[in-house]
């Protein structure tokens, strides 16, 4: 039996309103990718937000499957049957990564930083600079008053209509926009990675 699809985070609505808000965009840019980046990006996001109490749940899973392939090895290893030993081995290091990132992601929780916020911003960006073809910038108007452009209206136009249902923080405001997109900046500078354009 299929499974039935998921339905759309983005409704016609919401992505309607990002084009408006991003306009005008490349006619090289590719509408649908752009789209289908976008909806993986807030479905991924979705799976990160888990709560501490789901994340320990979860590690606590993980290493009972780890100590039942480790005894499940200390098995084979007795009778001596190396193939099978062999097979179990990628699963093992399989376990073991995960419970290392159920781990990173509970310590990152106690160091009060929000590490599934982090990765969507960082998304967010990337999608912007290669899916719909701008630029990691802002601007800053002369005369003062709060940083704009695209990049701005496309993470407000993004995030507006998901509070509160999948983004249970206040919207960034400009300025914090302006100060995520420089991190980027010099997270890619250290990288060696650039905007890429499609």
Request: net charge positive; hydrophobic share 40%; with cysteine.
């Given at each position: ?65 780890d ?61 912007w ?25 496309f ?11 999948l ?32």
């Amino acid at each position: 039996m299929a499974r039935k699809p998921a339905p759309p985070i983005l409704t016609e609505d919401h992505w309607q309103a990002i084009l408006k808000a991003v306009a005008p965009l490349s006619a090289a840019v590719d509408i649908d990718r752009a789209r289908r980046d976008l909806e993986d990006c807030l479905r991924d996001y979705a799976g990160l937000r888990r709560s501490p109490k789901d994340l320990k749940a979860a590690r606590k899973e993980w290493r009972q499957i780890d100590k039942q392939l480790a005894n499940l090895a200390a098995r084979y290893h007795r009778l001596k049957r190396q193939r099978d030993l062999l097979a179990l081995e990628p699963l093992q290091k399989w376990a073991k990564a995960v419970i290392e990132a159920y781990d990173m992601r509970l310590r990152a929780r106690q160091a009060r930083r929000d590490p599934a916020r982090e990765w969507l911003f960082g998304r967010l960006f990337e999608i912007w600079t290669n899916s719909f073809g701008g630029k990691l910038a802002v601007t800053t108007p002369p005369g003062g008053g709060p940083p704009r452009g695209p990049l701005v209206r496309f993470v407000l136009a993004v995030l507006t209509p998901l509070t509160p249902t999948l983004w249970e923080h206040d919207l960034p405001t400009p300025h914090a926009i302006r100060k995520l997109a420089r991190q980027e900046q010099r997270r890619r500078a250290a990288k060696g990675t650039f905007d890429l354009k499609k």
